[in-house]
């Protein structure tokens, strides 16, 4: 597998690459807190040699309950998620929902990001694949909770059919009965037969949907201690990066507080799969 690259970055993932970190935000709050969210992360990063996208998301639209926080939305969130980049000369990671965003965030953002649910749209993929394309990004694509590993091919497949763009997949855990996800942690080298850097999102894959005992179910639960557990096994599996969410105090983020992690225990946790992907590499 060719390593893909963003060039005016310097970033590449993929075989033989460092371990690439994608983080941040669940959602985009306000200016200031992704400001010093991303500026923590990226001198961690900075001092453990990774490579670092910020990721926040301008809409999370796919939620439990009508009255769940979204965030600011496309306008102003690309508008916040602007400033992030110029302010701390970082890429950007966002995810997208309509065809009609395609365009405007791939003129953004660096990976432009499909949700798991709509990895099968073929308009929304297209689209993306489009713009993403001639703006010179790369595409994330989270495979869905409800799709085999090897099936991700169809959507390699759609992509290339329209645009060279790179490609990277992503595993964030498979339906398992109700209110629960478990990570095949053979999933990672089945999409990596694909020929695609693959990632792991721990953050979401410890969700539990529709569980969240705090809202008697109008929102998503999570296992917070998890995060590390699956990032490791992951990286130990292959992946070739890291998707995590922070935020300065879990319990207070407005989008699946339990699941991300508290902004402070990064270091530790980077610098863990740091050397996890430090022993894959000598060994392979």
Same mark, same amino acid.
């Given at each position: 597998m060719t390593a893909l690259t963003l060039n005016r970055w310097n970033l590449s993932i993929g075989d033989g690459q460092p371990l690439v970190v994608i983080?941040?935000?669940?959602?985009?709050?306000?200016?200031?807190?992704?400001?010093? +969210?991303? *500026?923590?992360?990226?001198?961690?990063?900075?001092e453990l040699g990774l490579p670092f996208v910020f990721k926040a998301s301008f809409d999370k639209a796919n939620r439990s309950s009508v009255k769940s926080f979204r965030g600011p939305g496309l306008k102003d969130g690309l508008k916040i998620? @602007?400033?992030?980049?110029?302010?701390?000369?970082?890429?950007?990671?966002?995810?997208?929902?309509?065809?009609?965003?395609?365009?405007?965030?791939?003129? !953004?953002?660096?990976?432009?990001?499909?949700?798991?649910?709509?990895? *099968?749209?073929?308009?929304?993929?297209?689209a993306t694949a489009k713009a993403t394309g001639a703006a010179g990004g790369l595409v994330h694509?989270?495979?869905?909770?409800?799709?085999?590993?090897?099936?991700?091919?169809?959507?390699?497949?759609?992509?290339?059919?329209?645009?060279?763009?790179? !490609?990277?997949?992503?595993?964030?855990?498979?339906?398992f009965g109700y209110n629960n996800l478990v990570v095949d942690m053979l999933a990672i080298p089945e999409m990596k037969k694909l020929g695609a850097p693959v990632t792991i999102d721990a953050t979401h894959a410890v969700q539990l949907p529709g569980a969240?005992? *705090? +809202?008697?179910?109008?929102?998503?639960?999570?296992? *917070?201690?998890? !995060?590390?557990?699956?990032?490791?096994a992951a990286v130990a599996s292959g992946a070739d990066g890291v998707f995590l969410e922070f935020h300065p105090d879990p319990d207070k983020a407005l989008c699946d507080g339990p699941s991300c992690l508290p902004?402070?225990?990064?270091?530790?946790?980077?610098?863990?799969?740091?050397?996890?992907?430090? @022993? !894959?590499?000598?060994s392979a």
């Open positions: 983080a941040g935000l669940n959602v985009i709050e306000d200016l200031d807190l992704a400001l010093a +969210t991303g *500026r923590h992360l990226k001198a961690v990063t900075g998620l @602007a400033e992030v980049k110029a302010q701390l000369d970082v890429p950007i990671c966002t995810d997208l929902h309509e065809v009609e965003q395609a365009e405007p965030v791939a003129a !953004v953002a660096d990976l432009v990001q499909i949700p798991a649910f709509l990895c *099968r749209q073929t308009d929304l993929v297209v694509v989270k495979k869905a909770q409800f799709l085999a590993p090897w099936d991700t091919k169809n959507i390699l497949s759609k992509i290339r059919e329209v645009s060279d763009v790179g !490609v990277v997949l992503c595993e964030r855990g498979s339906s969240d005992p *705090r +809202t008697a179910g109008a929102s998503t639960g999570g296992r *917070r201690d998890g !995060v590390a557990i699956i990032a490791k902004l402070d225990g990064a270091r530790d946790l980077l610098a863990s799969v740091k050397a996890v992907h430090a @022993a !894959v590499q000598q």
